[in-house]
């Protein structure tokens, strides 16, 4: 069975700051790996995705995630935060495959204070 | 291009009402997914389909829960009779029918519901 853990449920960080969100999965077979964002009101958006390939994978607006499978974690980063990041961020893993679902974690909801 | 549209975005009953969604998926994508997401939680899958044909409905609650895509395009989605506990945002989401999960999943903005 697949899961995924975020470590904890609200991160607030400054204007400028790093961004760090923590994802650690569990999965019985080669795992893909996602992360989305969800602004109020509104549907998830994919941020990026490792699917095997590359272990640190570059996203949309500045973020990026490193897969590393000795620690089961695919942490989502961004070297500066900025006001527009406020929202809520979901990891979730999938195994893959032409019927694989994703399982998505509790999320993480990001504030920037300025 | 379009996105996936659902409606309503709100609606409010009380317990033991039926209701229904509706969710459009982007042209072209034959796989739709129905996510439920209640406050503080990830998204959980309802069900999947592939054109008109359920792929996995495991964690859709068949005793009050529902839904078709009869002609494989749109898809509806019903409640009844409601609980309280089935208070929630319902997400749709589709995607192009490739030969993995890696291809990505669009969501629409989902609907609203709330049980009194």
């Known amino acids: 069975a697949q899961s995924v853990t975020q470590l904890g449920s609200h991160v607030s960080v400054s204007e400028g700051a790093l961004v760090l969100l923590r994802c650690n999965y569990s999965?019985?077979?080669?795992?893909?790996l996602f992360w989305y964002v969800q602004y109020p009101n509104q549907g998830l958006q994919l941020l990026l995705k490792?699917?095997?390939?590359?272990?640190l994978v570059k996203g949309i607006n500045g973020f990026e995630a490193e897969f590393k499978k000795s620690e089961t974690s695919f942490h989502l980063t961004k070297p500066s935060a900025h006001m527009s990041d406020a929202a809520e961020y979901f990891c979730?893993?999938?195994?893959?495959?032409?019927?694989?679902?994703?399982?998505f974690g509790k999320g993480t909801k990001l504030s920037v204070k300025p | 291009e379009a996105g996936v549209a659902q409606s309503p975005r709100y609606k409010i009953i009380e317990k033991r009402q039926s209701v229904a969604f509706w969710c459009n998926p982007i042209?072209?994508?034959?796989?739709l997914y129905w996510y439920q997401q209640i406050l503080g939680q990830g998204p959980k899958l309802l069900i999947q389909?592939?054109?008109?044909?359920?792929?996995?409905d495991s964690q859709l609650p068949k005793d009050r829960f529902s839904a078709e895509r009869l002609k494989g395009v749109d898809s509806t989605l019903k409640i009844q009779p409601a609980k309280l506990e089935d208070s929630a945002v319902y997400l749709c989401?589709?995607?192009?029918?490739?030969?993995?999960?890696?291809?990505?999943?669009?969501f629409g903005p989902g609907t609203r519901l709330t049980v009194t």
């Open positions: 389909f592939q054109n008109n044909g359920v792929v996995d």
């Open positions: 999965s019985s077979v080669p795992p893909y």
């Open positions: 490792y699917t095997s390939a590359a272990t």
């Open positions: 979730a893993v999938s195994r893959g495959g032409s019927q694989g679902n994703l399982i």
């Open positions: 042209s072209g994508h034959a796989t």
């Open positions: 989401a589709s995607r192009i029918p490739g030969r993995d999960v890696a291809y990505e999943q669009y």
